[in-house]
């Protein structure tokens, strides 16, 4: 009974490719999150949902796209991946505005492009 | 431009002994900070908070301290056990209304038996 999954756990793919993560919270949630952990160990929010709305939308290149089918459930595609991509992915959700309320967050998705 | 740094990377600690972990920031409008801890592995579970009108909160074996003039907060447990060998981030609020947060880079502890 995980309460924020993430799938794949791992993903190795090459450059140039476009691949998707898939992120379920079971919490009820309405704010759900995308960070990017980077090779300096940064957490860096990328893109915050409230009830399906996107309200945070951090200097990301539009090759990453959210995509919230509905509350539980917040994937991130992203199409024709580069080197610089690697990192880990966290998705994350919380009962309302992160910092008001405590942020439940994933196991992680690593990212390699090769 | 960092706005939360986290300057220890790593940090050893005798079991029984305190550990204090320390972060600094810069931006004046963060009005809430937290921290998480992460297991290898898994995702950052939170910890700890204490709001920018406070100076310190305290919680079991863990206690944060926050020095606003300084832009300083530090987080001390007492007594540290080898379970609390993880990786700790510092994080801050910001006032807007999208209440977003920015994490400092972590600092490892690591306690030993």
């Known amino acids: 009974d995980t309460a924020v999954s993430q799938t794949p756990k791992y993903l190795v793919t090459q450059m140039g490719n476009d691949k998707s993560i898939k992120c379920e919270q079971n919490?009820?949630?309405?704010?759900m999150y995308w960070y990017k952990q980077d090779s300096k160990k940064f957490l860096k929010i990328m893109f915050s949902?409230?009830?399906?709305?996107?309200?945070i939308n951090e200097t990301v290149p539009n090759r990453f796209s959210p995509k919230s089918p509905d509350k539980a459930h917040l994937n991130l595609h992203i199409n024709s991946l580069e080197l610089g991509d690697s990192a880990v992915y966290f998705c994350?959700?919380?009962?309302?505005?992160?910092?008001?309320?405590?942020?439940?967050f994933g196991p992680g998705t690593r990212l390699t492009v090769t | 431009d960092q706005q939360v740094k986290q300057n220890s990377p790593s940090l050893s600690v005798q079991e029984g002994r305190i550990s204090i972990l320390n972060c600094d920031y810069t931006?004046?409008?963060?009005?809430?900070f937290l921290w998480y801890k992460k297991y290898p592995a898994e995702g950052p579970t939170f910890l700890i908070s204490?709001?920018?009108?406070?100076d310190k909160n305290e919680d079991g074996r863990f206690t944060v301290f926050l020095n606003k003039s300084a832009k300083h907060l530090s987080l001390h447990i007492v007594p540290s056990q080898p379970g609390d060998s993880a990786v700790y981030f510092c994080?801050?609020?910001?006032?807007?209304?999208?209440?977003?947060?920015?994490f400092g880079s972590g600092t490892q502890l690591t306690v030993l038996p």
């Open positions: 931006n004046s409008m963060f009005d809430y």
């Open positions: 204490i709001s920018s009108i406070k």
């Open positions: 919490l009820g949630h309405d704010t």
């Open positions: 994080a801050a609020r910001s006032s807007g209304s999208a209440r977003q947060l920015t």
């Open positions: 994350a959700s919380s009962r309302g505005l992160a910092g008001t309320y405590e942020q439940y």
């Open positions: 949902y409230n009830n399906k709305e996107l309200i």
